[in-house]
């Protein structure tokens, strides 16, 4: 049985591929090594972010996300049911954030980036520290700069792909956890299907939504693709008293996402959840798929968090979890098809916004697939952009890569 | 419940559980001193509003947690008491939900 | 040169052996433990002022006198250091071994000493918990596991209730029924969910024949007198199937129950009681030695080999977490676990006794499962609102909506989409129930397959810290960074 089209990797970026492609009336099948949003998206969290981004591509399509998510929430909750044994709901609340800078140095810049953003048409509004604090009371008074993002909102990345997945096979996709694709099948240039651990599965395209682990799978599918992991842990508390309203992020982290420094860099995004936990997030770590433990990070982001809500001293953290971001060296995601070998298609790069960018991706990726007008340029995300290109050139070479090195990591602890 | 006399015997303290004082000596938890004086639970859950109290006894089950001084979440079962202890009932509720 | 150092996690009857046999053989030894007194949960006493013991402590316990003397040993010998109250709250994997991070302070207490350990061998003795299956109503308060009413009686001479039924599996319930009679408490009765047949599979022909298993016999013997002196009945293939009361427990249905542990139609009959103590085993606490890597077994202990070493390098493991044995067996292991993690000589003169020590106990373990083993009809006595998940409140008819609802038996996503096992006690009490209502695989942690799901036991953080004590940290040489 042939498919049109295979989806490799079941978190949240292949569900929304899956999910545009099966609803436009492809046969789809979405293969994952191990459970569905069982990988990155698992292991993140999910804020569906305006305010982290400079003006450029990557805002535009995370604007576009912003005025797609409240639809495609009702979408989903209306196609799924959201009673108590109906589907687990999706969390998504649009509760805005509040970027506070907590030190005189932080202050301009964060003052500087939120005109820019403004320019770039993001409801970015400059606030006082009276006003910072009647939008969180807990909130320590020493801010030297607060802005205040209405557009920003949250959303429970798990509960998020699993109904995306479960949208997809309404529309009659099939989802295979369990598939470990490790290889290619080829048609001359032409790649026609996968080479998997449970048989051949030929198909008339492979959409590559692999996450952080795209880069493994490229090389087996005989392709470099400079998709790196990078690392990040977070701090869950028990439930406490619902204190933070918002989510509230020191300034630092505007910087700590556009750099590609190597060493740890941590900020604090503080945000309750609907459990009434409160989660913090996180650091970057470029250290491969090593996925041991490192208490030194999470001391840092405690004493952050602990600068932004004096309070939290006292809270009990009960559980840390870690992720390998999927990025590439641009910072940008890769969505399109692959020009250097037919019949590959490539979601995937989206690094820490994947939650929040993944369903206008797949979308994205269906209307190039289909030839439908794109709901935003596509050409930012293309594959065959320099900077993909060139990096790809230095990836080991396909048959250097050894599979055992990238597994997914096991010694990730759980979300939310 | 009998106590267990030997040369000076534990010296008696008094802790308070949300202002109400409750008797005992050196050496209980306070989730033995509340026991011993009959009170069965303390903890309200954040669904259903419901009653809990010692469940697993050895601080794995995290159902008997209070706010000892001021600070949360401690384990009553495993937490021995100090004269003057200031012990408050938990009850964390959920936050709406908007979806 | 300096000695080996070697640190002994947990004071129960096998990290005291450990610690005493690894001392022995020469290393400096830093004996561990959260609880502020040593002993473990099999030696659990009094605290009283300065140390001393209560007059009728004995009555309490098995071989106490081993008790004190361990006490003595590892509270007086030069090349040990004792600490209690003391915390182990992570493991870090090092490029070369393991850095632990310890709290010392009182029990969740703000502000306790932070504490760094880098050894050159681990010894984890971290012992096991009850393990109790849920049923309608065991939220309930009045409702414990068998080991809360233990400890409690123990520790602080304290019935968990005045009119009480003891229920569950193993021989365990015995000693729990004597220790709630020792406490003033009345005992209705003790139900055993084991069937006379499976009883006879695991004991031998006669229901007696528990008390032939080896080294237990005496003591067991004990208990099944004081039972029957008290007038306690001991009934087997009986279950605890609901609670009810307002508030508070006030009657427990009882039903005898099937081969496969399912109730039997029509025998249900309702008993006022103001407590009841359930357990159905127990369960090792995994949380370090998953940090550590370690291979757990498909049955979910750290598997060790003859000299009690992990698969981790420089990580020795012994007494409940490594397989159900009972104190006797947890002591010989620890003996074995604590000379080899010392680098003991292999001809010493105790090292063979403990090993021939342990191997008696050797099959307690495989006893205890044939019969007492859960069996799993019991899912029949669950109903649509019987909370499986007890931090969460998360139901069963919740759970099962939630795997049916994704299509998912993945557990991750299970736990992520009804909140079942995210609450303060991270799935000790619920995870391998939840795995076994959505029908999850659920793997070996240590084991590392490609594919695999979930990993229940996976708690970096082995206890909640404070975000305040975390942020106050100091540092550790950079060199020692992993
Ligand atoms: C700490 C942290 C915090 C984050 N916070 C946020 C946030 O607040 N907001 C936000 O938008 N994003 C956030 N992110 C980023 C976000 O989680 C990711 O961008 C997103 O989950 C990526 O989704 P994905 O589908 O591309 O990858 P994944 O979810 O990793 O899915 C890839 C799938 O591919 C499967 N796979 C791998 N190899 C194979 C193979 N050979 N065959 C078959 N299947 C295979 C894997 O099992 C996996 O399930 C965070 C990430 C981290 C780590
Ligand atoms: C509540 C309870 C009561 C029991 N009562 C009896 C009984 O009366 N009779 C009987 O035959 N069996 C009893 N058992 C069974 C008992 O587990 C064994 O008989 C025996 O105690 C096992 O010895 P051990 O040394 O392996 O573990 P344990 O005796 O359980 O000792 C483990 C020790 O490790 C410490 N520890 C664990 N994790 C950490 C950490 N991260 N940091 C620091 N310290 C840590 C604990 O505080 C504990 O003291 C009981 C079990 C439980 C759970
Ligand atoms: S009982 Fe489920 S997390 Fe505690």
Known sequence: MTVDVVVVGAGIVGAACARALARRGLAVTVLDRRGAASGTTAHGEGNLLVSDKEPGPELVLAQHAARRWPSLVAELEDELGSDRHGFPPLEYDPKGGLVAATTAAGAQPLRDFAARQRGAGVDAREIDVAHALELEPALNPALTAAVWYPEDAQVQPVAAAEALLASARRA????????????????????????????????????????????????????????????????????????????????????????????????????????????????????????????????????????????????????????????????????????????????????????????????????????????????????????????????????????????????????? | MSATSQGAGPRPLTITLDGRPFAGTEGQTIAGMLLAARRRSWRTTSVESAPRGVFCGIGVCFDCLVTVNGSRDVRACLRRAADGDVVETQHDPLPGVTS | MSRRTVVVVGAGPAGLSAARAAARAGADVTLLDASDQVGGQFWRHRALPGGGTAPDEPTFHHGWGTFTALRDVVATHPRVTLLTSAQVWALERLDAGVRLRVLVGPADGAGREHLTLTPDALVLATGAHDRTLPFPGWQLPGVTTAGAAQALAKAERVAVGDRVVVAGAGPFLLPVASSLLRTGARVLSVHEAATPASMARGWGARPAGLLGAAHKAGELGGYVGTLARHRVAYRLGEAVVAARGDGRVEEVTVARVDARWSPVPGTERTVAADAVCVSHGFTPRLELAVAAACAISPDRFVVVDDEQRTSAAGVWAAGELTGIGGAEAALAEGWVAGHHAASGAPDDAGLARAARRRARSADFARRLDAAHGIRGGWTSWLRDDTLVCRCEEVDAGTLRAAACATGSADLRSVRLTSRAGLGPCQARICGRTVAELVGATEPAPGGDTGSAPAVPDRRPLVVPVRLGDLATLPDVPAADAP
């Open chain 1, 172 to 416: 009659g996709a099939t989802v295979r956890p369990g598939v470990e694709v490790v290889g290619a099948l080829r048609d001359g240039e032409r790649l026609v299907g996968v080479r998997t651990s449970d048989g051949d599965i030929p198909a008339a395209a492979v959409v590559l939504a692999a996450g952080p682990w795209s880069g493994v799978v490229a090389a087996r599918l005989g392709v470099g693709l400079p998709v790196r992991p990078r690392r990040g842990m977070v701090l869950v508390t028990t439930r406490m008293p619902h204190v933070v309203r918002h989510k509230v992020y020191d300034g630092d982290y505007v910087g700590a996402t556009q750099s590609g420094d190597a060493a740890l860099q941590t900020s604090s995004v503080v945000e309750s959840t609907a459990a009434g936990t409160v989660l913090i997030g996180s650091s970057r770590e470029q250290v491969g798929f090593d996925d041991r433990l490192r208490v030194a990070v999470l001391r840092e982001m405690a004493a952050r968090a602990v600068r932004l809500f004096p309070f939290l001293a006292d809270a009990s953290v009960m559980r840390t979890y870690l992720g390998f971001r999927p990025y590439v060296p641009d910072h940008l995601p890769i969505v399109g098809p692959d020009p250097r070998t037919p019949g590959l298609w490539v979601a995937t790069g989206h690094e820490g916004a994947g939650i929040g960018l993944g369903p206008v991706s797949g979308e994205l990726l269906a209307d190039l697939f289909t030839g439908a007008e794109p709901a935003t340029d596509p050409a930012p995300f293309r594959v065959d952009r320099p900077a993909v290109l060139d990096a790809a050139l230095d990836e080991p070479h396909p048959s250097e890569s050894t599979p055992s090195e990238n597994t997914p990591s096991e010694n990730t602890g759980e979300a939310s």
